[in-house]
């Protein structure tokens, strides 16, 4: 038998994140995490917390690398 995933409330979800409470919210209410409200309180699933988390993990590795900043002609160079 399989078990049913269990709801975690914004605190829990934050922590996950490693943001405020608030900030997971504000990701449900823009779409970018699943979220719901019961009974007027904010609940997330871990597993779509942490497909959130792999789809940020894979846009960071698709940029690009930030080109190497070029010296300013009166800077020194560091020894």
Do not use: C
């Not at 919210?25 to 597993?47: H, N, P, T």
């Amino acid at each position: 038998m399989e078990r049913e995933e269990v709801p975690i409330d914004a605190t829990e979800a934050a922590k996950m994140l490693n943001v405020l409470p608030r900030t997971a919210i504000r990701l449900a209410q823009a779409g970018e995490i699943k979220g719901f409200k019961a009974a007027g309180v904010w609940r997330f699933y871990r597993s779509s917390i942490v497909e959130y988390i792999q789809r940020q993990l894979d846009l960071a590795r698709q940029r690009p690398p930030e080109p190497e900043r070029t010296k300013h002609p009166n800077e020194q160079e560091e020894e």
